[in-house]
């Protein structure tokens, strides 16, 4: 009898042990744990890249589940790290969360029925992942508030390649259905009223009417023919009469030109602070998942 128990008890560890397919620190992942997660990676995947959710396309992405299992072991123990220092959310931040995204639907089976879609069975699979993932961007934020990009290395980044860009023209428009009605705004333009103040109350342009307008600086051929035509021949100040394209009717205020030549450094500072950070933050993730030594076992898959 006592043999066939430490026989049984031993099966039961090894069958156990078969389902784990990573061990980070004291933690374990399971492989049903690893499949959820998975399967939405690779939903997200074939979403992002135009394709159907088939049996086909998914056996193109196997190659990626070991590698997911190494990356989804990396961040578990980032998760660890998170709850060490007392990141984890509040259960009633969660709750805000989730009520926000149910507001979004008409009915808590249409919500339900969203989540299945997606992938997740079920509202406490969705809970935790959230909770999950305010962790690890609060974590992500404390740390990455305390890496800094030295100027001298930011001056040093931007002269051994100095960004350039064309000339550009920075302007407005407000467009109308009709010619009739362009033509009683260009009079009104023409008696003092503001450029800004017509394109909100007229404009057709849902992207830029609540902005006055206003399209930001760009170079020429940005736009169709006729109104790019109309827009380079002005000068800056200058209001055009209407121009007619597939849209409608457009008024054009040029508002300044911004001459060819190297983008200023204040300009590009961010865009070249993001990728050195980027790096920075990998380096310093890799070090705070240290104290959790991490063992992936693919060949479980």
Known sequence: MRLFLALFLALGLALAQENVVAQVG???????????????????????????DTEETRALLAQYRAPYLEALAEER???????????FPKEEEVEARVRELRGAFPSEEAFLEALRGAGLPDL?????????????????????????????????????????????????HILVPTLEE???????????????ELAQAHSQDPGSAPQGGALGCEARGAYVPAFDQAL????????????????????????????????????????????????????????????YPIQIFPERL
């Not at 123990?77 to 990141?87: D, S, V």
């Not at 990455?144 to 920075?170: D, E, K």
């Not at 009079?187 to 800004?196: I, Q, V, Y």
């Not at 205020?253 to 950070?277: F, T, Y």
């Open 77 to 87: 123990a980032l998760l660890l790290r998170a709850q060490r220092e007392g990141l």
């Open 182 to 196: 362009a033509k009683d705004l260009l009079n009104r333009l023409e008696r003092g009223a503001s450029f800004a």
């Open 232 to 291: 380079w021949a002005l000068r800056p100040g200058e209001v055009s009469a209407p121009v007619r394209t597939e849209f409608g009717y457009h008024l054009i205020l040029l508002e300044r030109l911004l001459p060819a030549g190297r983008v200023p450094l204040e300009e590009v500072a961010e865009e070249l602070k993001a990728p050195i950070l980027d790096r920075a933050w990998e380096r310093l993730s890799r070090a705070l998942i240290r104290p």
């Open 124 to 172: 406490p699979t969705y809970r935790t992942l959230l909770r999950e993932a305010l962790a690890l961007e609060a974590l992500e934020a404390r740390y990455r508030a305390r890496l800094q990009v030295s100027p001298a290395a930011l001056r040093f980044l931007y002269h051994l390649n100095p960004p350039r860009r064309p000339a550009l023209a920075c302007a407005r």
């Open 26 to 52: 004291p933690e374990a992942i399971t492989k049903e744990a690893f499949e959820l997660r998975y399967g939405l990676f690779i939903k997200s995947a074939l979403g992002q890249l135009g394709l159907p």
